[in-house]
């Protein structure tokens, strides 16, 4: 059984999900939204999404985590503060051991089986797929399908490695 953190990036909101896992079957431990104030200076809403996963990675002590990758914004500023957002949840991540990123589309592939899935498919899917009674909120079921797309791709890595690992032994 594993524990996975899947996260979904913002400079306000953070949507952030647990779920265990054996590979076959996952189940959602703990799920939501870490939001801060808009009116905020950058350097204090970075500090306060930073405190907010240290404080998810210490009370559900994930073994893993996943986190999807930048997408290309059209406003540059915009894209530099995602970066930087994305930079301290990676740091706080980073207490679970290993990081993984997906890109927005592997993810929708993995868990509505296309890749350009809208947000409500997404939900819908997060929802039947850990059997939970409602969809959750935008941000926190986007972080649950990281989750799920690292669940479902983790036994296929370990494969990897392990043929990499015999290749190298040899």
């Known amino acids: 059984m594993a524990r996975i953190l899947g996260i979904d990036p913002g400079s306000r909101a953070t949507g952030f999900g647990v779920v265990d896992t054996d590979g076959q079957r996952s189940s959602a431990v703990h799920y939501g939204v870490i939001r801060v104030p808009a009116d905020l200076s950058l350097v204090r809403r970075l500090d306060l999404l930073h405190a907010g996963l240290v404080e998810i990675v210490k009370e559900y002590s994930p073994d893993e985590a996943a986190i999807e990758e930048v997408f290309m914004a059209k406003n540059p500023r915009s894209a530099l503060v995602l970066g930087q957002a994305r930079g301290v949840l990676l740091l706080a991540a980073g207490r679970c051991g290993e990081v993984h ?70």
């Open 101 to 170: 990123e997906y890109a927005a589309r592997a993810v929708k592939k993995a868990v509505a089986g296309y890749g350009q899935a809208d947000k409500q498919q997404v939900g819908h899917m997060v929802k039947l797929l850990l059997g939970l009674d409602k969809t959750p909120p935008q941000d926190a079921a986007d972080a649950l399908a990281i989750a799920l797309c690292h669940a479902h791709t983790r036994p296929m890595q370990a494969r990897a490695r392990a043929a990499l690992d015999t290749a190298v032994a040899k």
